[in-house]
T-cell receptor
Framework: DTAVSQTPKYLVTQMGNDKSIKCEQN?????MYWYKQDSKKFLKIMFS???????INETVPNRFSPKSPDKAHLNLHINSLELGDSAVYFC??????????????FGPGTRLTVT | QKEVEQNSGPLSVPEGAIASLNCTYS??????FFWYRQYSGKSPELIMF????GDKEDGRFTAQLNKASQYVSLLIRDSQPSDSATYLC????????????FGKGTMLLVSP
């Protein structure tokens, strides 16, 4: 059984388009995240939701809008795509936000290529 | 601004040797420390976490934490070619909603 799943796995699109990435976790976790991993493999947090509530919003352009319809799902919508948005986007989940038990489970990633 | 520093490598070791991966962090308030492994084209997977000073062992892996020196390391004993991957160090703070801050990772190459 897939713990954290993302769709699509690959996304190729042109500049200026709008696209969405979906994420679902079946672990019963309360917290979900979006990360961006750039071409240099640097993994950086973008957003975090706890029980459908946005709790962390790092410095991300407002073209990126996350949405959590329920605690098992976290989607990412990107407007007016730019070349610099090309990266691998990982969804992750964890049980709570306590620093003591912070094990995060990552999805397989969505490779976004903007041409 | 929290920073987590790792040598990008690659760190090359022969099969059967001990691989030593190091990480330093800037935030003295950091409480928990994680090592993730990421194979090329795959997602990160957790290997170990540690939050007390000293050593923590799990099979062939040992995590070492020295909060005074703001240093955390991962030792891999009896390295195998299948251990070849990028190892990401991540740290998190101690209160409230806290994010994982990742280092840029160290690539490990284990040669047969």
């Amino acid at each position: 059984d897939t713990a954290v799943s993302q769709t699509p796995k690959y996304l190729v699109t042109q500049m200026g388009n709008d696209k969405s990435i979906k994420c679902e976790q079946n672990l019963g976790h309360d917290t979900m995240y979006w990360y961006k991993q750039d071409s240099k493999k640097f993994l950086k947090i973008m957003f975090s939701y706890n029980n459908k509530e946005l709790i962390i919003n790092e410095t991300v352009p407002n073209r990126f809008s996350p949405k959590s319809p329920d605690k098992a799902h976290l989607n990412l919508h990107i407007n007016s795509l730019e070349l610099g948005d090309s990266a691998v986007y990982f969804c992750a989940s964890s049980q709570g936000t306590s620093f003591v038990s912070y094990e995060q489970y990552f999805g397989p990633g969505t490779r976004l290529t903007v041409t | 601004q929290k920073e987590v520093e790792q040598n990008s490598g690659p760190l090359s070791v022969p099969e059967g040797a001990i691989a030593s991966l190091n990480c330093t962090y800037s935030d003295r308030g950091s409480q928990s420390f994680f090592w993730y492994r990421q194979y090329s084209g795959k997602s990160p997977e957790l290997i170990m976490f540690i939050y007390s000073n000293g050593d923590k062992e799990d099979g062939r892996f040992t995590a070492q934490l020295n909060k005074a020196s703001q240093y955390v390391s991962l030792l891999i004993r009896d390295s195998q070619p299948s251990d070849s991957a990028t190892y990401l160090c991540a740290v998190t703070g101690g209160s409230g909603y806290s994010t994982l801050t990742f280092g840029k990772g160290t690539m490990l190459l284990v040669s047969p």
